[in-house]
T-cell receptor
Framework: NAGVTQTPKFQVLKTGQSMTLQCAQD?????MSWYRQDPGMGLRLIHY???????DQGEVPNGYNVSRSTTEDFPLRLLSAAPSQTSVYFC????????????FGNGTRLTVT | AQSVTQPDIHITVSEGASLELRCNYS??????LFWYVQSPGQGLQLLLK??????LVQGIKGFEAEFKRSQSSFNLRKPSVHWSDAAEYFC????????????FGKGTKLSVKP
């Protein structure tokens, strides 16, 4: 089983550029989410989705867009990258019940110069 | 606002010694509690979880955690640490509603001395 797959693993962007971080899961999970991890800050929720066509904002949504057209995929878009978006990004999925543990991808390390 | 606190940013223990990592959550109805581990360059992996019932829960890799309602704590323990346990550990709490309400602590980095 692939689990949660994130691409790319590393990315360098210039300020103002756009890009999409890809996330796919093969576990038929309804819930998918994006977190960013910064030193000393733990994980902060950016956006999440409880099913195809349904998305909602997390704690730090500004500067990011998401969509969920299929159960399997949940891409994260940076429309105009800023140095403050330099971070490690994790996609996670689970069943929708709040007692379901999250399954994480291996992360995307993004640097914005 | 509801929160999760991991008071220790970095802990160093000797291999073979016991380990306790602390986690405190803000007061409320019994939340759903989780511990995750993150090895360098990897995503997080679930160690154990607690929802109800026996307050001492067993997890993978020989870890256990005890829920203490009176202290609003969910501390992670291991009797004898192995060098491969060096990683960052995150406590997470869901106070209710949806999975979108899951809150992570800031993490405790564990170093293991040979």
């Amino acid at each position: 089983n692939a689990g949660v797959t994130q691409t790319p693993k590393f990315q360098v962007l210039k300020t103002g550029q756009s890009m999409t971080l890809q996330c796919a899961q093969d576990m038929n999970h309804e819930y998918m989410s994006w977190y960013r991890q910064d030193p000393g800050m733990g994980l902060r929720l950016i956006h999440y989705s409880v099913g195809a066509g349904i998305t909602d904002q997390g704690e730090v949504p500004n500067g990011y867009n998401v969509s969920r057209s299929t159960t399997e995929d949940f891409p994260l878009r940076l429309l105009s990258a800023a140095p403050s978006q330099t971070s490690v990004y994790f996609c996670a999925s689970s069943y929708v019940l709040r007692n379901s543990p999250l399954h994480f991808g291996n992360g995307t390390r993004l640097t914005v110069t | 606002a509801q929160s999760v606190t991991q008071p220790d940013i970095h802990i160093t223990v000797s291999e073979g010694a016991s380990l306790e990592l602390r986690c405190n959550y803000s007061y409320g109805a019994t939340p759903y509690l989780f511990w995750y581990v993150q090895s360098p360059g990897q995503g997080l992996q679930l160690l154990l979880k607690y929802f109800s019932g026996d307050t001492l829960v067993q997890g993978i890799k020989g870890f256990e955690a005890e829920f203490k309602r009176s202290q609003s704590s969910f501390n992670l323990r291991k009797p004898s640490v192995h060098w491969s346990d060096a990683a960052e550990y995150f406590c997470a709490v869901n106070y209710g509603g949806s999975q979108g309400n899951l809150i992570f602590g800031k993490g405790t980095k564990l170093s293991v001395k040979p």
